[in-house]
């Protein structure tokens, strides 16, 4: 029997787009035979606190203690990587026992090296969390892509995150296409950073002409081909 990966999905943050996520494997999977397809185990907790809320309120052990119990929870039952489906969340990982870090895909990390693989200055979009604990400004490749990085402005990053809570809501919308139209020719950038999961459901979906740098789509295609092309935190780092 030939051993294969087992890919475990950290979900629930929120539930569409880790669900969403799953299928967008699957989609890429659709050229193999069904016993082909990638294995995955999604574990879907939406119990999770508001990550943005615990990290400006300082609670971040709060995170680190219910992800510590998810990522256990996937190895037990079987996985060897694991992909955390909430950007967010990551703020934390820096904190993970060496052991636990090593089995963890970071969305981060594939951003960071796709920017680094062209396409010009993108918006980034992504939680007012991520913005304030300076997620992203955090990586070690941060200085290196900053060319290829715009942030939006402060009114206009309330507006994103608002953006993303109605998202988790289900209340997608057209207003949501114009939004981002609206930006790129604002901020004069052909292309969006997807900086939050959420972001997933529209850039697959109605801002589809749009575009997008994806970690999750970019992680599906992969996932379903084989985990050779992903980054790891050092291929990362050297890309």
Known sequence: MISREVWGVVGGMGPLASAEFLKSIYEASVALQEQDAPSVILLSDPAFPDRTQTLLDGREDILLGRLRTSLDQLLTLGATR??????????????????LR??????????????LSGG???????????????LFESHPLWACVLPYVVMPGDDDQRRVHEMIYELKSNRRSAAHTTLVEDF??????????????????IAKSEASHLSWLDPLAALAREVAGGPAAIPTRDTAIHA
């Open 184 to 201: 790129s020719a604002k901020y004069g950038v052909p292309g969006f950073v997807a900086g939050c999961t959420e972001i997933h459901l």
């Open 120 to 134: 010009g200055r993108r918006l980034l979009l992504c939680t007012e969390g991520s913005r304030r604990v300076r």
């Open 102 to 115: 090593v089995k963890i895909v970071s969305l981060v990390d594939v951003i960071m090296s796709r920017l």
């Open 82 to 99: 694991i992909i955390i489906c909430c950007t967010t969340m990551h703020h934390v990982l820096s904190r993970l026992e060496p052991g």
